[in-house]
């Protein structure tokens, strides 16, 4: 009777634990749908309404940063000091909000108020984003979280393929406005969504997973919020693993910047097709990260992270090179696609890694310190790009992002590839 007691209670745990990923992973895939929509609707309407303005075109991009460089301090102290779904689903509902205000101000052509918007919509972006990275850990193992990541990546690339292209198809048979209301109704449904995730974690029993305080709790420190900044910042300063992961990640960070800012230039200028065209490149980067992510999630082992993290950071470093070069838009598009089969991996790798290394208590504050470094060296990025598609060919940028990332790979190399099974020091 014991051994069927146990074995219940094992089973009912086991139940809540898929239960609550699938819920926690539901609400992800519906929020990044409206990401990936809402990113090509404001890019193309933007463009467009400011005639491919080249000083239009860098204030949207920094808008997408700026926030998460001077708010992701204090995004990740609230992940780990407050409750996390209510910071997720408060978050959900100001963006909805935003999404509404974007269509009101697309009636009109409305770009400075629109540009408001977006940059309130990126600031609470930030918090969604520290409280969904810190709650993840608690809602699956350490072993497990190769593979939960992996999931996470590829739902992630399913919807940049289903995002962009709903976008596209939207600003062409109908209007920005109403691009912009369909936006907002995924993330009044990712916030339905995690209700019923709160609502299966409060059930009795265990929780699904003991990786550290429950959400809401404060895990027994005294401190303010600088004083909980000031941990963060501790940790990472004694964790040579964590320094070496975001050191070498950096250089990544540098060259998607530039890519983001730049692809729409050579779309547009370098070879003379409309901006929409950017949709279908999109789709295509989401079509072969799809395969790479599921292939990523199946066959990544904990013990091969760092290999893996080093080798698809040369995949990306590859395909800058092949779009630098490219004379036309198929070879840009193969371009593209090795980014893509580089950057799911990489993606999934870095994050299991880092997860793993930091202490459950902490993951909030870390990351937040992270997303305001990361966020700095994409503003970087962003503003070298537009000086060189500003005075030179926008084909270049994808050249010098690839020498900038190159000190990066080669760290990469030399201190992570052989780095596997997670160790706090």
């Known amino acids: 009777m014991t051994v069927h007691a146990g074995t219940g209670a094992e089973g009912v745990q086991a139940r809540r634990t898929h239960a609550a990923f699938g ?41 997408a940063n700026l926030p998460g460089m001077l708010l992701g301090g204090l995004s990740g102290v609230v992940a780990d000091r407050y409750d996390k779904y209510n910071v997720l689903i408060a978050s959900d509902l100001v963006r ?37 990275f810190s709650l993840l850990p608690r809602l699956v193992s350490k072993e497990r979280l190769p593979r939960a ?56 029993g265990p929780p699904p997973v003991d990786a550290g305080p429950a959400a809401g709790e404060e895990d027994g420190r005294g401190g303010g919020h600088w004083a909980d900044f000031t941990d963060g910042v501790r940790i990472i300063w004694r964790s040579k693993d964590i ?27 370098t070879f003379a097709l409309h901006a929409s065209a950017l949709g279908y490149l999109y789709s295509l980067n989401g079509a072969v990260a799809v395969i790479a992510a599921v292939l990523a999630t199946a066959l990544a082992k904990q013990a091969f992270l760092g290999r893996l993290m080093a080798l698809s950071m ?32 990489y993606n999934v790798s870095v994050t299991s890694l880092y997860m793993s290394r930091i202490p459950a ?34 084909q270049a940028i994808f050249l010098i992002s690839a020498a900038v990332a190159l000190p990066s790979l080669l760290l990469a190399f030399t201190r992570l590839a052989g780095e596997g099974e997670a160790g706090t020091e």
């Open 96 to 132: 909805t909000g935003v999404g509404l205000g974007l269509a009101w101000c697309a009636l009109d052509s409305r770009t400075v108020p629109a540009l408001v918007l977006i940059a309130v919509g990126n600031g609470v972006g930030v918090f969604f984003n520290s409280s969904s």
């Open 361 to 394: 208590a902490y993951l909030g504050r870390v990351e937040g310190i992270d997303t305001m470094i990361d966020n700095f060296i994409s503003v970087c990025g962003f503003t070298a790009a537009s000086v060189i598609v500003l005075w030179w060919n926008p």
């Open 243 to 269: 320094r070496a992961l975001l050191l070498a990640s950096y250089g990544i960070a540098f060259l998607t910047a530039c890519t983001s800012y730049g692809l729409i230039f050579v779309v547009a200028r």
């Open 23 to 63: 819920l926690f992973y539901t609400s992800f895939v519906v929020s990044a749908l409206g990401d990936a929509f809402r990113l090509l609707a404001v890019n193309v309407w933007i463009f467009n309404a400011t005639s491919g303005s080249t000083g239009a075109r860098l204030l949207v991009v920094l808008l």
């Open 149 to 204: 990541n992996g999931f996470m990546e590829t739902g992630q690339w399913v919807v940049q393929i289903v995002g962009p292209s709903l976008a596209a198809i939207t600003l062409a048979t109908g209007s920005a406005s109403l691009a912009f209301v369909l936006d907002s109704a995924s993330f009044i449904v990712s916030a339905v969504i995690l209700r019923c995730l709160r609502g299966v974690l409060r059930t009795p």
């Open 314 to 345: 040369l995949g990306l470093c590859v395909a800058q090179v092949v779009m630098g070069v490219a004379p036309n838009i198929y070879v840009l598009g193969v371009g593209v696609a090795i980014s893509a089969l580089a950057n799911a991996p």
